[in-house]
């Protein structure tokens, strides 16, 4: 028998029923809820008079339209300023009241944002199938579980019946060989990897991450790389167990211990792709060749390193392309052959379920540490992922730092990654952010995003402007 | 669930590649915790001159005049005639919603986003799958012919215009049944409830670890 994908494992492990019609009923182990994609899902098993199949299966937590203002957030749900966010956070509070199912409250130890959250909890453990209604939801197979994102009908048939409709998605592996360089963080590799690939490059794909970069970088680090498995069109993307999986996951508060952590260790370490198994698809990239990586336009895929120029019209092969590349400049206000680094920055997110971890935070603060933000600049924002990476970030007094250099230290949330709350960009406003899709008004109507890494993003505000951070020397303007 | 069976209408444009999420329905609207009433703020950042509010009215509102879908031709239009990748971004079921809520029964394109795709099927649209060639002639098509209308028919899988092309596309079998039949996927599920109880079973007794620990 030809040897097993990482995915083939998860997937086989998963099925309950192969239907004749070619779908498959698969397993949910972990369900991960928060308030935007929920509530027709809960509204739906009342009118159809049906009971959660699980209780313990379930983890909610509000994270993409509460406020990271401190004062609001300090007056709890009550507070919240937006009536219609209010509702909503309500009836997530109330639906979880309701049935029993476990919630991390607006301002309770353990909230976050839900690709933040789950993993740093051990709510999400290896060999699990994970789902959210969330396209974030890849984040969670750093740990090697098969985790995906759902719409709200399926968000309701998970409630109902613990399991997905589902019909197996082929094999991708992406390979990156060799050690990146210093300044190029998992940030810039998986951008590098879309800017190959194309954001619809791994459509009816699970993507596994594989070569010396992966395995030598943090899990945290595989996390922001399969976070944006999405971004490149697969709805999967993970990373097989290591000894850095395992060390990840014990002592945290619902990972098993005992003889029963043993048993776990002893499964997950079988969680990786057989030598001799298939993949449909194989991409590879190498680590010399990726720079800090920018995004110019209005899709992940256009992308540069920070090195480099803003492309033309003249090099675009066909109409379709340049009628695409002209769309995008228009709305970015950039010319064709313009050098990154001359692009002005507004304002500065630093956070999303891409980068909001303490490693961010650390990366962040290293570069922030002494130097104050440019006078240009109208606002940087550093939110934590989680109550628990806020703690531990001013546990090592990186709030201060950041505090000193001019920015705003906030309360964790989604925040400006998609502008539901009031953290938002003005219309033509450029900002260096760390969240994940630079589409057309996802950070505020009329907003310009470029996507970096937190080191990046940090030295922009500082400079003012898009800077190579490798090279970036620069204190307050 | 809603079925669709087979469809004739008049085809509107979204005449560009990767048409996301965030611009088929922007995240200000997705604080409803409704399923309806998204219609009047589909391609809002596309369609009107001003920043679309949540619960606002729209009748009022400046439309965007070199928006294709505001010009009067395409008015009614009900089959939405788009390009590659299109849904990609987010898992948001407003978008279909949206879609659907606007008066759409069927788009047409040459690929989409997995998610946007899987969830067109909930909500009774057909997402329909031609080649890039295909699309480009129904593009010409509608361009030189207004009024242009297309049949979409679920049955035989066809796309047929007026002008005498016959398109098959591919489906997957179990979504063709439940999207021709309106089958509730969750009653049907249910109807397996003995071998999720088996799996589960084993599963505990295999992997304890993965059942209990959330209380």
């Known amino acids: 028998m030809a040897g097993r994908t990482l995915y083939d494992k998860l997937w086989d492990s998963h099925l309950v029923k192969q239907n004749s019609d070619g779908s498959s009923l698969i397993y949910i182990d972990r369900h991960v809820i928060h308030e935007v994609t929920s509530p027709q ?12 199949w699980r209780l313990d299966t379930n983890i909610a937590t ?16 009550a507070g919240m300023a937006d009536e219609v966010s209010r509702i909503q956070v309500q009836t997530l509070d109330d639906n979880c009241d309701l049935y029993g199912i476990k919630e991390f409250k607006i301002n309770e130890m353990g909230q976050g944002i839900v690709h933040v959250m789950g993993p740093e909890l051990g709510a999400t453990m290896p060999g699990m199938t994970v789902v959210c209604g969330d396209s974030h939801t890849a984040t969670h197979g750093a740990l090697a579980c098969l985790a995906h994102g759902i719409g709200t009908s399926e968000v309701e048939h998970v409630l109902a019946t613990q399991c997905l409709v589902a019909k197996k998605m082929k094999n991708m592996r992406v390979t990156v060989d060799g050690t990146v360089g210093a300044g190029v963080t998992p940030k810039d590799v998986v951008l590098a990897i879309i800017g190959k690939i194309g954001t619809a490059g791994g459509n009816e794909h699970a993507i596994e991450f594989a070569g010396s970069v992966f395995r030598d970088m943090s899990i945290e680090g595989r996390m922001t790389v399969c976070n944006m498995a999405i971004e490149a069109g697969a709805r999967v993307g993970m990373v097989a167990v290591d000894q ?119 990366a962040a603060a290293e570069v922030a540490r002494g130097r104050s933000v440019a006078g240009s600049v109208k606002q940087v924002l550093i939110v934590p992922g989680s109550q628990m990476v806020k703690a531990q970030a001013e546990a090592e007094g990186l709030d201060k730092i950041f505090i000193d250099a001019g920015m705003d230290w906030r309360e964790p949330g989604c925040s400006m990654c998609l502008a539901m709350n009031a953290d938002k960009l003005g219309a033509g406003e ?48 | 669930m809603k079925a ?50 949540p619960g606002a009215d729209c009748s009022n509102r400046p439309v965007n005049p ?5 010009f009067p031709r395409f008015e009614g239009a009900s089959i939405l005639l788009a390009r590659k990748n299109f849904g990609c971004g987010s898992s948001r079921e407003h978008a279909p919603w949206a879609l659907e809520d606007y008066g759409f029964n069927a788009v047409i394109a040459p690929s989409y986003a997995d998610i946007f795709y899987n969830n067109c099927f909930k909500n009774g649209l057909l997402p329909v799958i031609l080649t890039e060639e295909q699309v480009d002639i129904l593009f010409t098509e509608m361009d030189v012919q207004e009024g242009y209308q297309l049949s979409v028919d679920l049955p035989s899988q066809t796309v047929t215009t007026d002008s005498g092309h016959v398109f098959s ?15 509730d996927e969750i009653g049907l599920t249910l109807q397996n409830a003995d071998e999720i109880k088996a799996y589960e079973a084993d599963r505990a007794a295999q992997h304890p670890w993965v059942f209990g620990a959330i209380k």
């Not at chain 1, 899902?41 to 959660?52: N, T, V």
């Not at chain 2, 070199?66 to 505001?70: E, G, H, W, Y």
Request: charged share 25%.
């Open chain 1, 244 to 362: 850095k999986t395992i060390d990840y996951c014990e002592g945290r508060q619902f990972v098993p211990v005992g003889e029963l952590w043993h048993q776990a260790v002893e499964y997950w370490n079988t969680l990786t792709t057989d030598a001799d198994a298939a993949f449909d698809t194989e991409v590879s990239l190498h680590a010399d060749d990726i720079a800090p990586q920018v995004t110019w336009g209005t899709s992940p895929e256009m992308v540069a390193p920070v090195t480099a120029s803003v492309p033309t019209l003249e090099e675009q092969p066909s109409e379709e392309q340049r009628k695409g590349l002209q769309r995008a400049l228009d709305y970015m206000g950039l010319e064709g052959g313009q050098a990154i680094d001359s692009i002005a920055v507004d304002r500065v997110f630093i956070g999303s379920c891409t980068n909001s971890r303490i490693e961010d935070m650390r």
């Open chain 2, 169 to 183: 596309f591919e489906l997957d079998e179990f979504r063709k049944d439940c999207l021709l039949n309106g089958l």
């Open chain 2, 4 to 53: 669709f069976t087979s469809h004739r209408g008049l085809v509107g444009p979204m005449d560009r590649a990767n048409v996301d999420t965030d611009m088929i329905i922007p995240k200000q609207f997705l604080k409803s915790i409704k399923r309806s009433g998204f219609g009047p703020n589909l391609f809002d950042e596309l369609r009107y001159m001003d920043e679309g509010q």
């Open chain 1, 62 to 77: 509000p994270d993409h339209n509460i406020s990271t203002d401190k004062a609001e957030r300090d007056a709890g749900v």
């Open chain 1, 41 to 52: 899902a809960f509204e739906g098993l009342r009118m159809a008079d049906r009971m959660p």
């Open chain 2, 66 to 70: 070199d928006f294709p879908l505001n």
């Open chain 1, 430 to 477: 450029h900002c260096a952010s760390t969240s994940n899709r630079n589409f057309e008004g996802r950070q505020g109507n009329g907003g310009r995003t470029h996507l970096m890494s937190p080191a990046m993003a940090a030295a922009a505000a500082v400079a003012g402007r898009i800077v190579d951070v490798r090279t970036f020397t620069g204190g307050a303007e």
